[in-house]
T-cell receptor, first 111, second 115 residues
């Protein structure tokens, strides 16, 4: 499985846009990129998934360059409730196999 | 849709006792469920893969006789921590994979504290 590297932590303020970048240099052709959000003492929550270019949903956007060796999760206008740990995962067959979680990025949103 | 529940949400038990944790997919059928464990300030670690009607597949280092997994139906998987010890205290999280989708859905987790 492709290894992922993310910043350990990030700080932001309410209303700002937050971009979290994940490196996955060894991504394979059939790998998808998935981001999960986890609040303390809760299970991870699916945010967004993509294979290439850009994906957008009601929560976030995911930017994937042509070489797919990295990806950026973009959270528009964060609020205090976006304080959480964000995990970038790379796995084949989208999500049909067990997931390998890295250390994640702890985002702290300040008022 | 795609809701996964876990019961109990938290449990405290004495050392040496056994604890059963249930994972249910409420509005879909899941042929595959996964069990993860998360220690404080750490990431999720896969313990085992549970397939309906067959034996679970355990990750290296996870004792199958200590962590009993039963996936008797398409909506229920159980994890039993047998003869629990304080080092088994952790946050146990399950995920379920709908047979017709490509995304796993996670339960809310179960906090186990062994005294």
């Amino acid at each position: 499985l492709a290894k992922t590297t993310q910043p350990i932590s990030m700080d932001s303020y309410e209303g700002q846009e937050v971009n979290i970048t994940c490196s996955h240099n060894n991504i394979a052709t059939n790998d998808y990129i998935t981001w999960y959000q986890q609040f303390p003492s809760q299970g991870p929550r699916f945010i967004i998934q993509g294979y290439k270019t850009k994906v957008t949903n009601e929560v976030a956007s995911l930017f994937i360059p042509a070489d797919r060796k990295s990806s950026t999760l973009s959270l528009p206008r964060v609020s205090l409730s976006d304080t959480a740990v964000y995990y970038c995962l790379v796995a084949p067959d989208t999500g049909r196999r067990a997931l390998t979680f890295g250390s994640g990025t702890r985002l702290q949103v300040q008022p | 849709g795609a809701v996964v529940s876990q019961h109990p949400s938290r449990v405290i038990c004495k050392s040496g006792t056994s604890v059963k944790i249930e994972c249910r997919s409420l509005d879909f059928q899941a042929t595959t469920m996964f069990w993860y464990r998360q220690f404080p300030k750490q990431s999720l670690m896969l313990m085992a893969t549970s397939n309906e009607g067959s034996k679970a597949t355990y990750e290296q280092g996870v004792e199958k006789d200590k962590f009993l997994i039963n996936h008797a139906s398409l909506t229920l998987s159980t994890l039993t921590v047998t003869s629990a010890h304080p080092e088994d205290s952790s946050f146990y999280i399950c995920s379920a994979l709908p047979f017709d989708r490509e995304t796993q859905y996670f339960g809310p987790g179960t906090r186990l504290l062994v005294l």
